[in-house]
């Protein structure tokens, strides 16, 4: 855009005037001309300054961009809507070894489908997205947090579960067009689910009103 | 003596001050010339020397004879101070520890007569010159400058058309020895 | 009112001083007193010039180059120096081990005094003058030349190859941009008659359709010129930055200097600019005159600063434009080029002087001038002919 600019400028009457200038020196005024140019248009003309004043304007990160892993859960509470069921499949392929998962058990000891600890070391997470590429219930994905920094290195550095926790809105957020296929995924899954299910259902109640006309057939 | 001083002190202390200010300069040039003999390491000598030709400049300054101190203060130590420099860098970069001069035997002493001799002489000079018997310049109708110029153009204005040929012969033969051979 | 600024500062030292000698101060305090008010108002001004225009050159450079300056401490970035100045401050202070330590720390005093000291004969308004000196300009250069025995002890002190080859091609630039800067600016000293700075500036006297400034008149607009060339070549500015150029000697006599004392070496190359800048208003644009009679109700010194601030700008504009010239095409330019341009000017304009300033003493120097400019022109504009090579040392 500011190429095609300055080619209007140099086919202008001052443009045509400047750059036939021929006499010994001539360089020096049209440098002068481009750089007192500039001067006065970064004030005048908005497009000129590029620089994205970072604390002010958040830089625009392309879609796929990522840092490090987050927990998704569907609804409005956390611990209930996670959908994370702790089989550990995402701790054992993980490169660096950066995640610890713990299992969550009742009050009996049986283990629940749910983890009770889930820590990942971003200091040691290399965002290469294999837990994610790994993960057979849609529930950890990459986020886009970069400004991780702390002062403390070994506390803060570790994400707990409470704070890789995020909903299924903000995943939309981020990565619009994956997460519209994650869950067009998860959709036609349970479709799929249910679609067997009532397949089940209607075979199983075939037979049993096959049997019972069986059981009756003989009776009569 | 020191009842006198303090008497001075009190009614003119600016006055008195300038006298043993006047004295400064001179005090630093002879220390100054004196170092860049003695000095060992070149580059030192060269700077001690460049500090004689500035507190020279000043005296000059200070007696009253402005135009003499800046000219002096730039040609010498603009340029007769670099030129120095320049020779030292470019000629012997690596050894500059001077060769021990000997403080001892016939050199030095020779040295001391010599320059008693020559300040006995230059006093003798002085003393029987018409400046001596203490009478003052009349200050001068034009500023001091503008006159030196009116007798450069005047009455000395061959002088300074030799100096001026001097000069170009100088720089002519400077850029014969600097041509290389094509 | 506009009197009683005009006079402000004279009236203000005279009340101090007034004030002072009612308590019963004795005579020679007063004059020291005196003395401590002029010196350190004017190093004050030119210190907190120095500050301002350290961040406003920074700014200056980047709209040109399309981008914002500091702009984080302060409004718009303007206390920028006092971050500078603090980090300058708390830098570890590092000797070479192999260094002369006694000229490796008296190498930015040398350089800091004369910077400081040439800002005695400037005239900063119409009674504003610190020191009356007959022969002010001559002192000017006597004194800068000061400076170059600061760079050498600077780059030869800190036992580095890359600051001696610094500092001798330092040294050889100032010398050689010396010469035409001395002639041009006693082209101005001859028409008005007189070396004094104040006197020079009176000589620029009132205005016809345009200003009487010498730099309106064709010898004075090209010995204006040369005198800015070499004032840029003088205080290392780009484009004669070489001596301080970090792609080519990491920075050349200055390497070896951190903290403070690489602070006071900006400090006296700034001042030092400033200064020639000042010499430059005073020489060529007026001085402290107002451009129209009109406008006389602006106090003289708001005149001179203004001025000196306008050329200092430009010289930041000129920074934004010009990249760094070699050292051998920079001494050719000063010796084969300059150097004549200088003498003609300086024939250019006893011409006009002798035919009366009037139209033909107008139009014998412009043409004095336009001749040379073009004559000595065509040295430089030779297309460069590739020639086969030679290489002397391969069989």
């Known amino acids: 855009m500011n190429e095609q600019k300055t080619s ?29 140019r500039n001067f006065v248009g970064s004030y005048f003309e908005k497009d000129r300054l590029l620089t994205e004043l970072y604390p002010e304007q958040r830089p625009r990160l392309p879609e796929n961009s990522r840092s490090f892993p987050f927990l998704i859960y569907d609804g409005n509470d956390p611990e209930a809507g996670m959908r994370c069921v702790s089989c550990k499949i995402c701790e054992k392929e993980c490169p660096p ?124 | 003596m020191i009842q006198n001083i303090l008497n001075e002190l009190a009614a003119d202390p600016w006055g008195v001050a300038g006298k043993w200010f006047a004295l400064a300069p001179a005090a630093v040039l002879l220390l100054a010339a004196a170092a860049a003999v003695v000095a060992r390491n070149l580059v030192r000598a060269a700077l001690a020397l460049t500090l004689s030709f500035m507190a020279l400049g000043v005296l000059f300054i200070s007696l009253g004879a402005e135009f003499l101190g800046f000219v002096q203060l730039m040609v010498y130590v603009g340029a007769v101070a670099m030129l120095i420099v320049f020779a030292i860098l470019l000629t012997r970069p690596d050894r500059l520890r001077r060769t021990a001069t000997a403080l001892r035997g016939a050199g030095p002493a020779a040295g001391v007569v010599i320059g008693l ?46 100096v001026g040929v001097l000069l170009t012969a100088a720089l002519v033969g400077a850029a014969i020895l600097a041509i290389e051979d094509k | 009112m506009s009197e009683f600024l005009e006079t402000a500062p004279v009236w203000l030292k005279d009340w101090v001083l007034g004030l002072l000698a009612g308590f019963g101060v004795p005579g020679w305090i007063l004059d020291l007193v005196a003395a401590g008010m002029v010196v350190g108002t004017c190093i004050g001004i030119f210190l907190g010039l120095f500050a301002l225009m350290s961040v406003m050159e920074r700014k200056i450079l980047a709209r040109c180059q399309n981008r914002y300056g500091p ?38 005093v040398v350089m800091m005094v004369p910077a400081l000291l040439v800002l005695a004969i400037l005239p900063y308004g119409r009674d504003l003058v610190p020191v009356q000196l007959d022969a002010g300009i001559l002192y000017f250069f006597a004194v800068g030349a000061g400076t170059e025995v600061a760079v050498f002890m600077a780059g030869w002190s800190s036992n580095n190859k890359y600051s001696v080859i610094g500092a001798m091609r330092a040294i050889a630039q100032m010398i050689s941009y010396e010469m035409p800067l001395v002639i041009a600016a006693l082209t101005a000293a001859m028409v008005s008659g007189s070396l004094a700075p104040q006197a020079i500036v009176e000589a620029q006297g009132p205005a016809g359709f345009l200003p009487g400034w010498y730099v309106f008149t064709p010898w004075g607009f090209v010995a204006a010129l040369i005198f800015y060339t070499c004032a840029l070549a003088e205080s290392n500015r780009c484009p004669f930055d070489l001596p301080e150029g970090e792609s080519e000697l990491v920075a050349g006599h200055l390497t070896e200097y951190s903290g403070f004392k690489y602070a006071t070496f900006f400090m006296a190359e700034y001042i030092g600019m400033f200064a020639i800048c000042g010499l430059f208003v005073t020489l060529f644009l007026g001085g402290w005159q107002a451009p129209l009679p009109a406008l006389g109700f602006v106090p003289s010194w708001v005149w001179f600063f203004a001025k000196v601030c306008a050329v200092a700008g430009s010289m930041v504009w000129v920074r934004a434009t010009l990249p760094r010239l070699r050292i051998d095409h ?47 022109s065509a040295n430089f504009s030779r297309r460069f002919s590739l020639e086969r090579r030679v290489y002397q040392f391969s069989e």
């Not at chain 1, 400028?9 to 001309?33: I, N, T």
């Not at chain 1, 689910?193 to 049993?208: G, I, Q, S």
Request: net charge positive; aromatic share 8%; with cysteine.
């Open chain 1, 97 to 220: 070894q950066c995640i610890y998962i713990v299992q969550d058990r009742d009050a009996a000891g049986k283990a629940l489908k749910r983890p009770r600890v889930f820590n990942i070391d971003i200091s040691v997470c290399m965002s290469c997205q294999i837990c994610v590429e790994v993960c057979p219930f849609e529930s950890i994905r990459m986020d886009q947090v970069f400004e991780a920094s702390s002062y403390d290195r070994f506390g803060s550095l570790v994400l707990t579960k409470r704070d890789l926790l995020k909903s299924n809105e903000y995943y939309h957020g981020i990565h619009p067009t994956e997460a519209a296929e994650t869950d067009a995924r998860i959709e036609a899954d349970r479709k799929k689910k249910e679609a067997a299910a009532a397949a089940k259902a209607a075979k199983a109640a075939e037979t049993a009103k096959a049997a019972a006309e069986k059981k009756e057939a003989p009776a009569a």
């Open chain 3, 71 to 108: 702009n984080r401490v302060g409004p718009f970035g303007l206390f920028q120096p006092v971050a500078d100045g603090i980090k300058m401050i708390t830098k570890e202070d590092i000797v070479p081990a192999a260094a002369d330590r006694v000229v490796h720390f008296l190498a930015p």
């Open chain 2, 117 to 162: 001799v020559t300040l006995g002489g230059l006093l003798g000079v002085i003393s029987t010159s018409p400046l001596a018997a203490g009478t003052k310049c009349a200050p001068a109708a034009t500023a001091p400058v503008a006159r030196i110029g009116e007798v450069l153009m005047g009455s000395h204005v061959a002088a300074l058309l030799a």
């Open chain 1, 8 to 36: 209007r400028w140099s086919e202008s009457f001052a443009g045509r005037l400047l750059s036939g200038l021929r006499f010994p020196g001539a360089g020096l005024v049209k440098g002068l001309a481009v750089t007192a």
């Open chain 3, 330 to 376: 920079m001494l050719g330019f000063a010796w084969k080029f300059l150097l004549p341009m200088g003498f003609v000017t300086f024939l250019a304009a006893a011409c006009w002087h002798y035919a009366g300033r009037g139209p033909a003493g107008w139009l014998a120097s412009l043409a004095i001038v336009g001749a040379a400019y073009v004559a000595l």
